[in-house]
């Protein structure tokens, strides 16, 4: 995207005979389902105590989430240029909502984690068209505009979850404790779904083909061949079926590729589009976006287990720890849509190596300050200010590239990057936190810290090779809208 493309003075509306800005409904959306990935890390040790949970059951509260989302998203993104971006929005919202309660309701871990997985099947029919939705609603500066609002309240959801789960649990309405963290959504997802209609146009691709249900098939077996064994391997000291699950999935994933040249070259839809890969640009960006997104559950699901449950503190002062953090990365992604104009792919190398240091910084305090949580601050805010620096010029990078005639694949496999690494990062470094507990949460923290700081230097290395500048693509006449 060239400066003097940035630089057109734009407001941020969508074109003229379009109903008003889409962007509140949207970012309420985004920001639901971003933080119930991560509202219920402060919340874990109560549901441990409450329902008797075990340490793999705490693992698919988190990671179950991220796995329906993940292995969803694509078919969202699909199923929203098939029928309507808007309609499968609204589908997803429902049952959103409808997951939310039974999450409330849970009598038991096995409850709690069926629904945690019918949430992350609602985040997967939302997010690739509320990225689709912003896609063909801006063009030019007003796409980077909302892409940062989009970026920023991702982050902030993140980062701030923990401190919105703190409050909750602490305020205990009606005497609901952890339940209220869910029960929450029930209200707020009304409210959007109630003022969708009026706020969205409809918009669908003029050409989406029908939907694969094999491509859906092979990478829903791909992945969850990948991530369980993972997460089940360290409490079930790792069984022979394990292993044999972890090799069994890049096979099953290639399948699913070779299927979907076969598909794309008999003229059929494939769920993945072979041909959106031919840019180098979206590939690297892509891949750095998986990167990324590996490291950040993980940290704050072991930071959040640390505080609590190593250090003692309940899920409000956890939350106000998890303050910091949100707070530098609110400080830096409020200027990171000018820097990354000026820096470019080097902000996003920066803000890795940040994120590596704020890691590194937080480590030495576990080990040299164990007294005090004041010790963590530096690390926090370093931490923080990293995130800031990385989520917008990433989100950018790979949305620049978008053809509004595919804009629900392309942002179905922007997302799906994001909650793939999620489920995996947290799926991976559960395996070294929760394997090093025998030696206390001070040494499983330490390790785990170890891990991400060397996974976010190879993410500044990734960023190195992301395109200089990008070109946005307008709005193409095929797409077609109603209000």
Not at 370 to 399: D, E, Q
Not at 400 to 417: C, F, I, K, N
Not at 434 to 446: I, N
Request: glycine share 10%; hydrophobic share 55%.
């Amino acid at each position: 995207m060239t400066n003097t493309e940035l630089s057109q003075p734009q407001a941020l509306q969508p074109p003229p005979g379009r109903p008003r800005s889409p962007l509140p409904v949207l970012m309420t959306a985004v920001f639901a389902i971003v933080l119930d990935f991560f509202v219920v890390n402060v919340a874990l040790p109560s549901v441990q105590a409450d329902l008797h949970a075990s340490s793999a059951a705490t693992e698919w509260i988190v990671a179950g989430y991220g796995l329906t989302f993940a292995v969803l998203i694509i078919t969202g993104g699909r199923l929203g240029d098939r029928l309507g971006r808007r309609r499968v929005f609204i589908t997803g919202m429902t049952l959103f909502v409808l997951a939310s309660a039974l999450c409330g309701l849970a009598n038991s871990p096995a409850v709690l984690v069926a629904a945690r997985f019918a949430q992350g099947a609602g985040g997967a029919l939302i997010s690739p068209n509320v990225l689709a939705i912003i896609g063909v609603s801006y063009t030019g500066a007003a796409r980077v505009r909302a892409i940062t609002v989009y970026g920023m309240v991702m982050g902030l959801a993140a980062a701030g979850g923990q401190l919105i789960g703190g409050l909750i649990i602490a305020a205990n309405p009606l005497g609901l404790s952890w339940r209220a963290i869910f029960l929450v959504n029930i209200p707020i997802g009304l409210a959007a779904l109630a003022i969708t209609p009026r706020q969205i146009a409809e918009s669908r691709a003029t050409e989406p083909g029908r939907l694969d249900l094999r491509g859906v098939t092979l990478a829903t077996l791909g992945l969850v061949a990948l991530v369980l064994p993972l997460v089940e391997g360290t409490t079930q000291r790792w069984p022979w079926w394990t292993w044999v699950s972890l090799a069994l999935s890049p096979a099953i994933l290639a399948l699913f590729a070779a299927d979907q040249v076969r598909a794309e070259r008999q003229g059929r839809s494939p769920l993945l589009p072979p041909s959106l890969f031919r840019r180098p640009e979206l590939v690297s960006g892509l891949v750095t976006q998986l990167a990324f997104w590996c490291g950040q559950a993980a940290l704050f699901l072991v930071l959040a287990l640390y505080l609590q449950l190593g250090r003692g503190l309940d899920a409000m002062q956890a939350g106000l720890v998890f303050t910091v953090l949100a707070v530098a990365y609110l400080a830096t992604s409020l200027r990171a849509p000018a820097m990354t104009l000026r820096f470019g792919r080097r902000l996003i190398s920066v803000g890795a190596l940040g994120l590596a240091a704020g890691e590194g910084v937080l480590l030495l305090a576990v080990a040299e300050r164990p007294g005090s949580v004041a010790w963590l601050v530096p690390g926090l805010l370093l931490t923080g200010a990293g995130m800031g620096l990385c989520i917008t010029p990433l989100t950018s990078t790979v949305l620049a590239h978008v053809d509004p005639q595919r804009a629900g694949a392309v942002t179905g496999v922007l997302s799906t990057m994001q909650q793939v690494g999620n489920s995996i990062g947290v799926a991976v470094t559960g395996v070294i936190f929760f394997g090093q507990l025998s030696a206390g949460y001070a040494r499983a923290f330490k390790l785990s810290l170890a891990e991400l700081s060397c996974l976010l230097v190879a993410v500044a290395v990734l960023a190195a090779v992301l395109p200089r500048r990008t070109r946005p693509t307008a709005a193409a006449p095929a797409e077609r809208q109603s209000a």
